[in-house]
Every structure is written in structure tokens, then in C-alpha cells.
């Protein structure tokens, strides 16, 4: 089993607080590990005070899901009475929204990214790009379906 080290997870923050200053966005970002514990967090200059909360919220959900967190905004709407107990029964909140990415690498699940303080597309594009151009993998089973 592998783990995302302390390297890795600032090599990722440091890729999305880049991308957040060519967007023109003081962005939150989290990184946690595979089991929803948080690994690292910055808050660039002028990030709104809610921001650090809600990257990490992302990133645990991406982990633990182990699905992007707009790959959960279906399962929510579907079934909000249960999705909202999620949120109960873990450590942080779940949520169901842009800019939770699940980090991947050889098929494997080593944590969960978290952006705020773009737009929720802004978001998710950040941790896209940043984890594809370090080399994690981007392609997730749909919900219910075989792991992938």
C-alpha cells in the first residue's frame, strides 16, 4: 500500500496555488490522506476565512468516497435524507460539489484534493490540472459500478 508523502502533497499545493494566482483567485487548498487525515493545508494571501474549511471538507470527502466530489452530487439529489447523515457519522462534512478530487496513482487511492475560493469550476479545474500534469489518474468507476 502506498502513501502520498509530505513531498507530494506540497508539490500538489504548490501546483494549485500557482494556478490560483494565473486565475487572479486567492484560493484554500487541502491535501489529505487516504483515510481522510489531513496531510497539509495553505491559505494563499487574501483567501476568504471559510476557505481552509471548506478545501478540507472537499479533500475528505474525495478520499473517503474515493470519487471526485461532482461525481457525488447525483447520489445527493437522489437520496438527501442519507447523504446528509453522511456528514454525522464522519469527521468532516460531505460534500457533493466542484473541486474535490480524489488523488489516484496506478489504480490505487492515496487521498483527497480540496480548492476554494474560485468559482466551483475554477476549482475543479485547478485540482484537474494539477494532478494530471504531475501524473494521477482522473478516470473514476461511475457510482455503483466496479472499482476503477
Not at 486567492?26 to 491535501?31: C, D, E, G, T
Not at 495553505?42 to 475528505?60: E, V
Not at 478520499?63 to 447523515?85: C, H, K, V
Not at 490505487?108 to 469550476?121: D, Y
Request: glycine letters at 12%; aromatic letters at 6%; charged letters at 20%.
Amino acid at each position: 500500500m502506498s502513501r502520498l508523502s509530505l513531498t507530494a502533497a506540497e508539490e500538489i499545493l504548490a501546483g494549485v496555488l500557482v494556478r490560483g494566482d494565473q486565475l487572479g483567485k486567492a484560493l484554500s487548498v487541502a491535501i489529505v490522506d487516504a483515510g481522510g487525515h489531513l496531510i497539509s493545508v495553505k491559505r494563499s494571501d487574501g483567501a476568504r476565512a471559510l476557505t481552509p474549511s471548506i478545501a478540507i471538507a472537499k479533500a475528505y470527502s474525495a478520499a473517503i468516497m474515493e470519487r471526485p466530489t461532482n461525481m457525488l452530487y447525483d447520489w445527493a439529489q437522489s437520496n438527501p435524507g442519507f447523504f446528509a447523515q453522511l456528514s454525522t457519522m464522519a469527521a468532516h462534512p460531505i460534500v457533493a460539489t466542484e473541486g474535490g478530487v480524489t488523488i489516484k496513482r496506478d489504480g490505487e487511492i492515496l487521498g483527497g484534493l480540496g480548492v476554494s475560493g474560485g468559482t466551483p469550476a475554477e476549482d475543479q479545474q485547478a485540482c484537474e490540472e494539477v494532478l494530471k500534469e504531475l501524473g494521477y489518474e482522473l478516470i473514476f468507476a461511475a457510482w455503483g459500478k466496479n472499482r476503477g
